[in-house]
């Protein structure tokens, strides 16, 4: 698609800089708003959910499961479900070394790479990430979405409740 030109369709202020959301018109006419940017200091940035894609999400979730892992490792795993290159495999997990979610050690030929942050502390932080930029800080609003508009089972829902009761327990016990 051809872009004749983008403009800003508006802003919200944020303590981070204004959310801005864009409108491109293309060649043809048609005019549309695609996305919303970080607008800091004057320069526009993407606004991304998390730091992390699905691919590298997915090498993760068995580098936790395994505890440990080399790149063959858990290529062998992704190869259960689809096809994978070696070399793919080895530069997710290089970059999950470099933003800081993998350490790795030599092992003779081969790196053994480990979780650097824990699961939950991962999980934690792109749902706070959610939190913040799509429901604008509102944990409730995230929380009746998905109630809303997943279709929940009532097991699903009594565990939910039960989940809330005991947090509720816990911190009726720290006061």
């Known amino acids: 698609m051809m872009l004749r030109h983008w403009r800003t369709e508006g802003t919200r202020n944020r303590p981070t800089g204004r959310l801005a959301f864009l409108r491109y018109t293309s060649y043809y006419g048609y005019s549309s708003i ?3 940017c970080w607008v800091s ?3 526009m940035q993407r606004n991304s959910l998390s730091s992390l894609g699905e691919t590298e999400m997915e090498v993760l979730n068995h580098v936790w499961e395994l505890g440990s ?3 063959a490792q858990v290529r062998e795993r992704i190869l259960a479900t689809r096809d994978v290159a070696y070399t793919t495999i080895m530069t997710v997990m290089k970059n999950l070394s470099d933003k800081g979610y993998l350490e790795f050690s030599q092992k003779g030929a081969a790196y053994e790479y480990r979780p650097a942050r824990t699961a939950t502390e ?4 792109i749902a706070q990430s959610l939190v913040d ?6 944990t409730l609003q995230l929380v009746e ?3 809303r508009n997943e279709d929940l089972s009532e097991s699903d ?3 939910i409740r039960k989940l809330i009761d005991s947090l509720e327990e816990k911190d009726g016990n720290r006061d």
């Open 41 to 43: 200091s004057g320069v």
């Open 133 to 138: 930029k799509v429901f604008e800080g509102s």
């Open 145 to 147: 979405t998905l109630v």
């Open 34 to 36: 695609v996305n919303h």
């Open 122 to 125: 991962v999980r934690s932080g």
């Open 157 to 159: 829902l009594t565990e």
């Open 69 to 71: 892992a080399t790149v």
